[in-house]
């Protein structure tokens, strides 16, 4: 390498380290979990406080993480980044249930996910789009499938009351891995019963939405998070998309309704700060404002929280 380029790589290096002040991910799948995980809560805090992070979520399909938080915090209180955790809708909560969403609300919860892997949509692609998910080394019991629709494509009694819960509590819906067609039914319902902070987890992901379903659902009010897992390589394989297509779907939302979550935390992939750092420096490599990459990577999620 010679003296310029690495005058050049120094100089980007501490671009990004700049423009990563600040940042929040709402999507940290660290552990303890029943799937192998890179990097446990404790760690994944420490390194997002060296980035000079100002929040993480912490994300686990099978239980609420705002005890890990809250004691995390009180244990070391002089990190610089705020904790916090949600509930994923799966069977082990209970499925689509106001009791677990009432509980997540009074303990300091701020996400609500729809069902992940209990998700009748994502038992019906796991032959092909969702195989490469992760797995407990011990096998668990197989899935309840679970939607928000009844059988004539209302949203559920219990659906509605969880929207309830949300929107007095004042906290964010996510969609966790329902298909866009329950989306379509589900935001609008939640929007008239007074939720007011929406958002759709990896949209082109499992959840199946078009660019109009993306238009669509962001004019309505629901945030696109990308997964930055989707668009870096990492050790099983190239990325599924480029950077050139995240910032394409980051233009069809808008910048103010986008953003970013690591959803990493697996082995073999990128922990979840270097995730961020493979991201914006694309980005920059995209010539994107750093106004537009302050926002994706934290301003956008700082009003979310």
């Avoid at 997540?104 to 490469?132: C, Q, R």
């Avoid at 964010?172 to 759709?200: C, F, N, Q, T």
């Avoid at 992939?269 to 750093?290: F, K, T, W």
Wanted: hydrophobic fraction near 40%; include cysteine; charged fraction near 25%.
């Amino acid at each position: 390498m010679t003296e310029a380029s690495a005058a050049t790589t120094t100089d980007r290096n501490a671009e990004i380290a700049d423009l990563l002040v600040g940042a929040v991910d709402l999507h940290c799948h660290s552990g303890p979990a029943v799937f192998p995980r890179l990097l446990d809560h404790y760690e994944a805090m420490v390194e997002a406080s060296a980035a000079g992070f100002s929040a993480l979520v912490y994300k686990d399909h099978f239980y609420p993480g705002m005890a890990h938080a809250k004691l995390l915090e009180t244990l070391y209180p002089d990190t610089g980044v705020r904790l916090y955790s949600g509930v994923a809708l799966n069977n082990a909560s209970g499925g689509i249930n106001p009791h677990a969403v009432d509980h997540a609300v009074k303990l300091g919860g701020k996400i609500v996910w729809m069902p992940t892997f209990a998700a009748a949509n994502h038992i019906d692609k796991s032959a092909n789009e969702t195989k490469n998910y992760p797995k407990s080394a011990d096998p668990m019991l197989a899935p309840i499938p679970l939607s928000v629709l009844d059988e004539n494509g209302k949203l559920t009694k219990e659906t509605n009351e969880v929207l309830d819960v949300i929107a007095a509590g004042d906290i964010i819906l996510s969609s966790g891995h329902l298909s866009v067609d329950e989306l379509k039914v589900l935001y609008p319902e939640a929007k008239r019963r007074g939720v007011k902070k929406m958002m759709i987890n990896h949209p082109t992901y499992v959840v199946g939405c078009s660019d109009d379903d993306i238009r669509e659902l962001s004019r309505l009010g629901v945030y696109m998070e990308h997964s930055i897992c989707m668009f870096i390589p990492n050790e099983r394989g190239p990325a599924r998309w480029n950077a050139a297509e995240l910032r394409r779907l980051v233009d069809l939302a808008g910048v103010e309704m986008t953003i970013f979550g690591s959803d990493l935390g697996l082995v073999k992939m990128p922990r979840p700060v270097e995730g961020y750092r493979a991201i914006v420096n694309d980005l920059l490599d995209l010539q994107v404002p750093r106004s537009d990459i302050r926002k994706l990577v934290g301003g956008n999620a700082v009003e979310l929280l």
